[in-house]
Structures are given as structure tokens and as C-alpha cells.
């Protein structure tokens, strides 16, 4: 009876010094391609908060984040320096209509549409028509703004006497 040769099998590491060398280098320039690459610009470095003071609806939008970098959104007569969420708030937001308005009816009612902010020569919306729904996603919202912004004052009526 004759012995049938062993057939030998040669296994090749996967990982062999020259295939991670050329791996590191392909995602190095996935890296470098795409890094930074969503769409909507940053802040190169940290904006001073503006001191706490009081606003009307026709001051609050001149911070929007356009021509000043400072953004600034109004709730229930509090009024939130929300900057650092500029991704957000800013001119290319989801949420850019906030930016410099009293946004209190549009976070309760859930709407990004320009309808929802009442018009800054006019009375401070006394939200008096919300129903209890809207009126406990408001809270929702206030408590969200307290918690990750700075309070940066009160909206007070165009024409009011402000307090610094």
C-alpha cells in the first residue's frame, strides 16, 4: 500500500507589515478628505458671551449670527445666549428662524415655519391661546435652554425702560 503525499497547505498572514502600511495610508486620506466636511461652518474660536442685560424684539434680532457672531433666542421672556449651538441656531441651521426672535411659540407648537414668530414692532406674544400640550412642551424646552445655555437676559417690550 502506498502513502498518499500530505497536501500542504501555506497560509499567508492577512496582516503582513506592508498591508498595514498601505491600510494607515488609505484611511489617512479618507481622513483628510472628509474631515470638516458637513456642510455648515464653525467657529474658529470662542466668542465672549455678551453681558446679561435686557433686550426688546426689535434689539434681539440684530443677534442672529450673521452680522454679529452672537446668537440669541428668547423664551418666555428669558432670553438664552445660544452661540456655541451654532450648527443649529446660526444661518444654516435647522433651527437659523430662532436665531434673534422670541421662539417660544414656535417651540411649542413644534414648527420651523416663519409664521410662528410674531413681528418685532409689535407686543411680546403672551402665548394665551396655547393648549396644555403646548404649554408643557414649552416647559420642556425652557427647562432644555436652562440646562445647556447661558442666560443672557430678559425680553422686554419695544420701548420699555431697560435695567443693565
Given amino acids: 500500500m502506498s502513502a498518499k503525499p500530505e497536501a500542504v497547505v501555506e497560509?499567508?498572514?492577512?496582516?503582513?507589515?506592508?498591508?498595514?502600511?498601505?491600510?494607515?495610508v488609505l484611511l489617512y486620506f479618507l481622513y483628510a478628505r472628509f474631515k470638516g466636511k458637513s456642510g455648515l461652518p464653525s467657529l474658529q474660536k470662542p466668542i465672549e458671551p455678551l453681558p446679561r442685560q435686557d433686550y426688546t424684539p426689535q434689539e434681539l434680532t440684530r443677534y442672529n449670527g450673521v452680522g454679529d457672531p452672537h446668537i440669541l433666542i428668547a423664551i418666555k421672556g428669558?432670553?438664552?445666549?445660544?452661540?456655541?449651538?451654532?450648527?443649529?441656531?446660526?444661518?444654516?441651521?435647522?433651527?437659523?428662524n430662532f436665531g434673534g426672535h422670541d421662539a417660544s411659540r414656535a417651540l411649542a407648537c413644534g414648527s420651523f415655519e416663519p409664521e410662528m414668530f410674531?413681528?418685532?414692532?409689535g407686543p411680546i406674544d403672551k402665548l394665551e391661546d396655547l393648549d396644555d400640550e403646548q404649554k408643557q412642551s414649552l416647559e420642556d424646552w425652557v427647562s432644555h435652554f436652562d440646562m445647556k445655555y447661558?442666560?443672557?437676559g430678559r425680553l422686554l417690550e419695544n420701548g420699555s425702560?431697560?435695567?443693565d
Fill in 118 to 121: 410674531v413681528s418685532i414692532d
Fill in 150 to 152: 447661558i442666560d443672557a
Fill in 78 to 96: 428669558k432670553v438664552y445666549d445660544v452661540t456655541t449651538g451654532y450648527m443649529f441656531y446660526g444661518p444654516k441651521g435647522p433651527y437659523k
Fill in 11 to 24: 497560509v499567508k498572514p492577512l496582516f503582513t507589515f506592508t498591508n498595514v502600511i498601505l491600510i494607515a
Fill in 161 to 163: 425702560k431697560k435695567s
